[in-house]
């Protein structure tokens, strides 16, 4: 690596304050008693955590394998029976080849959190997803020149002992491409955040075709059960069917051979997975194998017009002894295919299905219910659960009612996600959950948009004042997010908050984070991020941020219909229904894409980013946040150019149009040459990662329309109405860009301009024929897109600047 510059005095001294040891958590180690059998039999050794932590190291900085030693604490001599990792200087001769750096801990995680935590604070050092500019390592000294650490060492205690990593939907937005090398480098991305408690979703459909075959369901049912690979995770929930199915054989066998090599790494490094549980979801020819059972057909969820291919699933009751059967069926098939590796579950049979009955004693029951299938298949079982129901439901789920749920099962044997606590923390007003224990999470993405936003201050507060409330049953924190691969500064932050003891001052840890990210100091990019701090990522305003920007969600109604609306004040935000999957226009109301900051200072940070481009012109991390933020810039103005086009409609200036016509369509394209030059903003990977998995030329096709629609239309449509879903999980991907957004914002403005041409209304629903036809067609496409970047993204995003924002 070569020896770097060293730190400059202040960021020195930020550093120090950085790696001070955090004081012991309040209430102590006994308050996570009854979830200390949490694990499952199957765990490594400490001699495979070791192994396995030596490994991350070794994938992460090959030469440095001899640099540095692994110890577990398995007897508690340095963390006691707290979780915490220990950083001091190797005795093992470091001059003659020898480890130069110690790193012991409680697991193989904390082993991997101690190294990142070293090569944070003392070598300067900045780990993110590759797709969000990847590791900056270049402050590394070369091997037998590591800095050394002062004293005896410094010990880290978890102040909470848990670290949850996903959401139930993340599987389908961001993972569901992946092969077993991008895995491994997830794996090892969450062991270096200090995650031990992630999700563990891959490959139950396998499990569940297994088990439904014990109850006579055959595979030809299961074709219409099990949703397309990039939409399992609304078929697991019960939102629907078939949609973009079936699967394959071959998809549910390497799907199933991959889960277990995941699980297999977690549990080298210590993790404690979290499994999937059975929530009620049956096939529909259940109703007909058991005509007496407790069956309800539920509504129509998001379908253009209730169509039953994909429409109204069925139900289980949890009271009826079917549903334990089942549930007990499922844990122990998993079980029987992984092994014991893991006690906790994951179930959501509430989330966005209300019960019947309001009634305590009857949602009691449910819970009981619930909770016994889980622990008749494993009598260890502890119940995670997402809380995001009290919040999206919150008319449903007064006190009566939380408290009947979350008391239908002992103490110790549920855990709740805080889902939304950056932003609508429950906590705060159930009592704690009243006395369950529960994970502070951070919600932060819809559908994996690309799109600048944080609260950093929330992030960097939150989960201390959870944790140091009166009678807090706070016992970990998490990371919830939909899709994955952006925001690294928010990911960074929340990550830490999990070894945190104390509130983080946000300004000087951003010149810390600025100084890692990309290798050195620069006051330019200080003074950048100053402003990113007090506008982008400072959004106060109680608003859940799902992108809506006008080039990737354009308005599906008619200009004339929202000419009063044109009037209100730019930038204008409108809270969306808070339902995660309800987030879909309303007919003849103008949506406004979500604004919380100064567009101009958030443009005087790109000008700073600029100024400093020479200087970081090689960084692959500069290189990202640069592009990003131009993006950025450049998308909020075109929402204003989009609104200045209708008013020139409602005004019927021709002319004014057409200019602004002109400059949206310009700034599309503008958009996909910037983001081609860098290779995380490529639309082609999406694609060929699909493709890559399919043994068939049809499994090829299958997979590649699943991955085209879930980031489009998403859902059904007819000839005349776009799905409800529409844009949900929209991308600013080049490639996608000017082959999709740019011709749908093409045929709208045509419409536009034909109709003051001719002096008659907007011909809305042959726009819409037109415009979903070419969608249709886009889908089932198999155009090639470019996985390579080209252009000078620097260059590029200057030329950007001097036409549009200077």
């Not at 200090?194 to 014990?214: H, S």
């Not at 949703?227 to 949609?243: D, I, K, T």
């Not at 100064?598 to 005087?604: G, P, V």
Request: hydrophobic share 40%.
């Amino acid at each position: 690596m070569g020896t770097p510059p060293p730190l400059p005095p202040l960021l020195l001294f930020l550093l120090l304050l950085a790696i001070l040891p955090s004081a012991p958590a309040a209430g102590g180690p006994s308050a996570w008693g009854p979830l200390r059998g949490a694990a499952g039999s199957r765990r490594a050794s400490p001699a495979e955590q070791e192994a396995a932590a030596a490994g991350v190291l070794r994938r992460l900085l090959p030469s440095y394998a001899r640099s540095f030693s692994f110890q577990i604490d398995s007897k508690g001599s340095v963390c006691g029976e707290s979780s915490c990792f220990r950083i001091s200087n190797s005795v093992d001769n470091p001059d003659k080849g020898g480890a130069e750096i110690l790193i012991q801990g409680t697991t193989g995680v904390e082993l991997v959190s101690g190294l990142h935590w070293y090569l944070k604070y003392w070598c300067g050092v900045h780990i993110s997803w590759d797709k969000t500019g990847g590791a900056q390592l270049a402050s590394v000294p070369a091997p037998g020149s590591l800095p050394h650490v002062k004293g005896e060492g410094v010990k880290i205690e978890r102040p909470v002992p848990w670290n949850y990593y996903q959401n139930v939907v993340t599987s389908s937005y961001s993972f569901v491409w992946w092969d077993w090398k991008r895995w491994e480098k997830e794996i090892d991305w969450m062991a270096l955040q200090g995650i031990n408690l992630p999700l563990a979703f891959t490959g139950q459909e396998a499990i569940w075709q297994k088990v439904f075959k014990t109850f006579n369901v055959t595979d030809r049912d299961l074709d219409d059960f099990f949703g397309g690979p990039a939409f399992l995770a609304w078929a697991r929930m019960g939102n629907l069917h078939g949609w973009g199915g079936p699967l394959s054989q071959n998809w549910l066998d390497q799907q199933l051979a991959l889960q277990k090599k995941i699980l297999s790494r977690m549990i080298e490094l210590g993790m404690v997975p979290v499994l999937p549980s059975f929530s009620g979801n049956v096939p529909a020819v259940f109703s007909k194998l058991f005509p007496s059972a407790n069956i309800t057909r539920l509504g129509d969820w998001n379908t253009v017009d209730a169509d039953p291919r994909y429409c109204c699933t069925y139900l289980l009751g949890p009271s009826d002894a079917l549903f334990l059967e089942v549930g007990q069926a499922f844990i122990r098939q998993q079980l029987k295919e992984y092994g014991d590796v893991t006690n906790i579950y994951s179930c959501d049979t509430f989330n966005e299905n209300t019960p019947p009955t309001n009634e305590p004693a009857y949602i009691s029951s449910l819970g009981s219910a619930v909770y016994e299938a889980m622990s008749r298949g494993n009598k260890n079982a502890v119940w995670l659960m997402q809380g995001w129901l009290f919040y999206s439901d919150a008319a449903f789920w007064k006190e009566p009612q939380m408290k009947a749920l979350l008391h239908s099962v002992p103490i110790g044997k549920m855990v709740v996600l805080d889902l939304f606590a950056d932003v609508k923390p429950i906590w705060k007003i159930s009592s704690q959950f009243y006395g369950v224990p529960y994970i502070w999470c951070l919600l932060h993405n819809f559908g994996g948009n690309i799109e600048m936003y944080g609260i950093l201050d929330s992030i960097a507060s939150g989960p201390i004042e959870a944790r140091t409330s009166y009678n807090s049953t706070m016992i970990g924190v998490g990371m919830c997010m939909e899709g994955i691969e952006h925001n690294p500064v928010v990911y960074d932050l929340t990550s830490e908050m999990a070894f945190r003891n104390k509130k983080v001052e946000v300004e000087d840890w951003l010149k810390t984070y600025s100084y890692r990210r990309y290798g050195q100091a620069n006051t330019e990019i200080e003074k950048a991020w100053r402003y990113l701090y007090r506008t982008i990522y400072n959004c106060t305003d109680g608003i859940a941020d799902h992108n809506k920007d006008y080039i990737v969600e354009l308005p599906d109604i008619s200009p004339s219909t929202f000419g009063s609306q044109l009037s209100k004040r730019r930038g204008m935000s409108i809270s969306s229904n808070h339902r995660r999957f309800f987030l879909s226009e309303v007919s003849g109301s103008l949506p406004h894409p979500h604004l919380w900051y100064s567009t101009k200072e958030a443009i005087k940070a790109l000008d700073l980013f600029l100024n400093a481009g020479n200087e970081f012109s090689k960084s692959l991390t500069y290189r990202y946040d640069l592009v990003d933020l131009t993006r950025q810039c450049l998308s909020k103005l075109a929402n204003e150019v989009y609104l200045d086009a209708m008013r020139s409609y409602q005004k019927k200036d021709s002319n004014g149009l057409n200019s602004h016509t002109k400059r949206f369509l310009e700034i599309i394209v503008d958009i996909d040459t910037l983001l081609a030059a860098d290779d995380n903003f490529l639309l082609g990977p999406w694609l060929e990662s699909a493709k890559s998995l399919a043994v068939t030329e049809s499994e090829r096709k299958q997979y590649e329309w699943n991955a085209r629609t879930q980031v489009t239309m998403w859902y059904d449509n007819t000839e005349t109405e776009q799905s409800k879903l529409h844009d949900y999980a929209n991308k600013f991907w080049s490639g996608l860009l000017t082959s999709y957004y740019l011709p749908r914002a093409s045929k709208y403005f045509a419409y536009l301009t034909r109709s003051l041409q001719e002096n008659r209304s907007f011909e809305l629903e042959e726009w819409r024929k037109d415009w979903i036809s070419y969608s249709n067609q886009w889908q089932s496409g198999k155009e090639l897109y470019t996985v390579k970047a080209t252009g000078d993204a620097l260059a590029i995003s200057r030329s950007l600047y001097r036409k549009y924002l200077s």
